[in-house]
């Protein structure tokens, strides 16, 4: 039996760019099963993730909160064990909580709400990730980006990632399965997160082959001279040795065929999700919502990954199919991750949300999902304090226009209503200096840049000393250790056979 509030099945992607979606424009790329949720959902064309970068977008996002708030800086620094995530909210509000996948947890809080967690995690859990700007010039070269992934694109039958990704996906609908036969009545709130489409760029062959190679487009904006790049993006090249490593477009058509059949691979997946629901019957009564940690450039201007703050990398997909609830549409209102929280506890009627425990940095989305763009305007911010930067970055879009500002470096101003690549700095331009002066009030009002300065310099110095310790002697890893009790799963002695089999049979829809 199912309660009247909503199941939720959040899927999330890593690394996925929205230009790279049909439902976002793109004419090459395979994935019916996301189109199909575009089709009857709500898409929103102007949706952004708080930082560029894996683990501190999710603790952003589970939080709804920047990550300057909760010192969540970068890959290797730990998410507070005592910040409210939407898990911790729901599952008090009466839900069940379940995670299968990647969320790059990092501390000895591995769960941060989920009551159940299926799988453990692709990265590590630890603080080895933490970049040093105190020394910019240094590569940690066994866990920094290069340009491998790209000269080395193309099809395989295995990866650290597909393995990864089966095995999400697995748990994932096992799990669907299991709340459709389970006694607990409550609703379930599911994220399923898979590490694809992240580089390196190799796609199972069947998913590449599925490509026709001279269909694969190019960059609209080739690599740009160093004279033309702003100082964050050179640093950028310089950080994964895009600067010194000779690329063709052969390469770069291996790797955008490569990361598109990664798309094509988990969209099949997302299928299995959804035949999954269909088939228990709970499809009508489960709001999915899809979305990715962060874009990859792909090659745009010569910049690869992620890390910056051009549309590429910071924009992301965002969906919402319920459509007993929500008409198709499409907002064109900027939102971004932190929204996600309060949209949660909205739709789950969590009186949390009028009286939250902790600090909510974003806004219900409902009013948007029920009506479309409204007449208020929103802006969003983000933010990145990871490598390859050598200061905070902050990024304010508010209307059309997009203001990027880091201490160093002279600041950068875009109207993406008339320049969607972004090749045209209005910063500094007589005409647009009251915009560019009221962006600015945004970013000194939301974080004193030079104060973030110095607490990121605090914390990278204490991590890389906690991460020295951890390494020297008996190494104690923090890394989740998924339990899978076989005393308890498919026929046991202390077990009924009739009532096992009974419980365990979903009979098939006539």
Known sequence: MQSKRPNILIIQADQLAAQALPCYGNQVVQAPNLDSLAEDGVVFDSAYCNNPLCAPSRFSMMSGQHTSRIEAFDNGAEFPGDIPTFAHYLRVNGYQTCLSGKMHFVGADQMHGFEERLTTDVYPADHGWAPDWRHPEHRFDWWYH????????????????????????????????DVARSDDDRPFCLVCSFTDPHDPYNCPKEHWDR?????????????LPDQELDPHSRRLRAAYQAD???ITNEDIKNARRAYYGQISYIDDKIGKLLKALDDTGMKEDTIILFTADHGDMLGEKGLWFKMSLFEGSARVPLLVHAPKRFGAKRVDTPVSLVDLLPTLLDVSDDPHLKEPADTMDGESLVPLLENGDGAESRTVISEFLGEGAIA?????????????YSQPDPPQLYDLRSDPE????????PEYSQIEKELHQVVLDHQDPEKVHQAVLASQDRRRLVFSAHMTGKHTPWDFQPVHDASIKYMRNHLDLNDVEGRARIDSKK
Do not use: W
């Not at 193309?154 to 748990?171: H, L, S």
């Open 146 to 177: 290069n340009m491998s992934s790209i000269t080395q694109a193309g099809p395989c039958e295995r990866t650290n990632q597909i393995d990864f990704d089966d095995e999400t996906e697995f748990y994932a609908v096992r799990k669907i399965y």
């Open 211 to 223: 490509y026709d190679h001279e269909s694969i487009d190019l960059p609209r904006v080739g690599t």
């Open 244 to 246: 010194v490593t000779k």
């Open 392 to 404: 905070p970055c902050f990024m304010v879009r508010r209307e059309s226009y997009k203001y990027i």
């Open 422 to 429: 972004e090749l045209t700095n209005l910063a500094g331009s």
